[in-house]
């Protein structure tokens, strides 16, 4: 497929976008789509998401995608071919029957485009109804890693019934779409050589750096690992701190004096943070960046949270530590040593800087 000017800035068009949402609360694809209807909204585009779960998003309609809960299992692996594969997302019967949803969506609602974060039969619905397509996605998976080919039996075969090419990673995939859009600047977010790459700043709307907040926030979401000893290992670092703690942390409540527990988690919060505690996010990460706040990633070792934590040792972002390695000495000398060195900070806010030179996410469509 040959990528395909598009006049936004003439006629108002229909974008169908399609996240694979697993975390219904703190999932990155559920913040990135609202971001996106709200920006495709004010260019004065009509909006619609087909996604598991409740009808939302702020979309002008919703069409509903296989329940995920049928088809995903445990994850494992670093890369995202091993990460979608553990979930049930590279599953041949789970992408016929998310291809038959996306089909439905396509005939009823008529889309110009279509918008993907990794929900893969939509390249194969995209290129079966000559639709120019943008998948959203991170720097790793146009890495061609190493891993085992066996994850790719699922995928595969659904492509060869679909009568398109079989591939060998996820960056074959991509490649057949008209655009990939990463986030980050190219020493995060390096694009591997990719020829179809539209680089952005950030993927939330960019708002006034507000001034320090005394609270810091706290964003685990879910994790097929036990939180339960980070649960109280994070209770014994911070209970009683001077400190504050906005947290959401799945499954838990309580308040005290030092920590306010959330039913869900609270993006604003990150805008004048001193620091921030996550699992590993990616629109957590990036929305840090945006605002050169600090950080310390507590993360399961699936992807893209083992990215991101990379990420942040690797540029001098903050602190990172894999969930089962969590200890109350790490939390709280992790913090202290946030709170206290100015050089993270200052990393922090030199990549804020730099992200101010790439093309934010109002210019994304002047860009496709």
């Known amino acids: 497929m040959k990528p395909v000017l598009i006049p936004v800035t003439i006629t108002a068009m229909k974008f169908l976008i399609t996240p694979l949402i697993r ?30 779960g409740k009808a939302g998003y702020g979309a002008d309609e919703f069409f509903a995608s ?18 979608l594969y553990g979930i049930g997302a590279m599953d041949r019967n789970f992408l016929k029957q998310d291809l038959l949803a996306i089909e439905d969506a396509i005939a009823s609602f008529q889309p110009d485009i279509l918008f993907t974060i990794d929900r893969l039969s939509s390249v194969t ?16 998976v146009l890495a061609r890693p190493a891993f085992s080919r066996n994850v790719l039996k ?28 990463l986030f980050g600047e190219e020493s995060l977010e390096p694009d591997h050589n990719a020829k179809n790459v ?12 507000r001034p320090l907040r005394k609270s810091i926030p706290v964003w685990i979401g879910k994790s097929d690992h036990s939180l339960a000893s980070f649960k109280k290992d994070f209770r014994e670092a911070f209970e ?21 527990f959330r039913t869900e988690p609270d993006p604003s919060l990150i805008n004048g943070a001193r620091m921030m505690i996550h699992d ?49 000495s790490f939390l709280y000398e992790s913090y202290r040593l946030l709170l206290d060195d100015d050089s993270c900070r200052q990393t922090a806010v030199k990549y804020k800087n730099r992200a101010k030179n790439l093309p934010d996410l109002y ?3 002047k860009l496709l």
């Open 66 to 83: 296989p329940d995920s809960t049928r088809h995903f299992l445990r994850t494992s692996g670093h890369t995202a071919e091993e990460y």
């Open 198 to 209: 539209i680089r952005l700043a950030s993927p939330s709307l960019n708002v006034p750096k």
């Open 280 to 328: 590993g996010n990616p629109f957590v990460f990036h929305e840090c960046i945006t605002y050169g706040v600090p950080q310390i990633v507590i993360h399961d070792g699936s992807w893209p949270r083992y990215q991101i934590s990379r990420h942040v040792e690797n540029a001098g972002l903050g602190k990172s530590v894999p969930l089962e390695d969590v200890s109350v």
């Open 23 to 52: 975390d219904p609360l703190a999932d990155s694809a559920l913040f990135i789509t609202k971001t996106l209807c709200t920006t495709l909204h004010k260019a004065g585009h009509t909006v619609s998401v087909c996604a598991c």
């Open 240 to 260: 009683g701190s001077p400190a504050k703690f906005s947290v959401y942390m799945d499954g838990s409540t309580g308040s005290s004096a030092s920590l306010t």
């Open 363 to 365: 210019s994304l469509l």
């Open 154 to 181: 699922g995928i595969n075969r659904f492509l060869y019934e679909e009568r398109q090419e079989q591939i060998l990673n996820l960056a074959d995939l991509y490649a057949y779409c008209d655009h990939v859009v």
């Open 125 to 140: 619905a995209a290129r079966k109804h000559d639709i120019p397509i943008a998948a959203f996605t991170d720097s790793s």
